[in-house]
Nanobody, 113 residues
């Protein structure tokens, strides 16, 4: 059974940083492109960043230059490094194994002073 377990969310002041982790069980890690999504209250879920199996990364315009997606094959883990956080980054963040369609349970990120 495949599980995606996210961690690293929390409360941070504007301008601060967080690193989200998504640990994958099972044998799906290397088979997938990976995405980080977020959903703010009253808004649709949006794709924030994606990394393909060959390491190509893409970002939504609002996070370019501030967020970095990466993966560690040895740890079966995908990361989202978030710097220079803004209040508008507040949302529940989800990872997704995009080729196989699995979702994590989400982790709350709140940016507030």
């Amino acid at each position: 059974q495949v599980q995606l377990v996210e961690s690293g969310g929390g409360l941070v002041q504007p301008g601060g940083s967080l690193r989200l982790s998504c640990a994958a069980s099972g044998s799906i890690f290397s088979l997938n492109n990976w995405g980080w999504y977020r959903q703010a209250p009253g808004k649709q879920r949006e794709l924030v960043a994606r990394i393909t199996r060959i390491g190509i990364t893409t970002y939504v315009d609002s996070v370019k230059g501030r967020f970095t997606i990466s993966r560690d094959y040895a740890k079966n883990t995908v990361y989202l490094q978030m710097n220079s956080l803004k209040p508008e980054d507040t949302a529940v963040y989800y990872c997704r194994a995009e080729t196989t369609g699995y979702w994590g349970q989400g982790t709350q990120v709140t940016v507030s002073s």
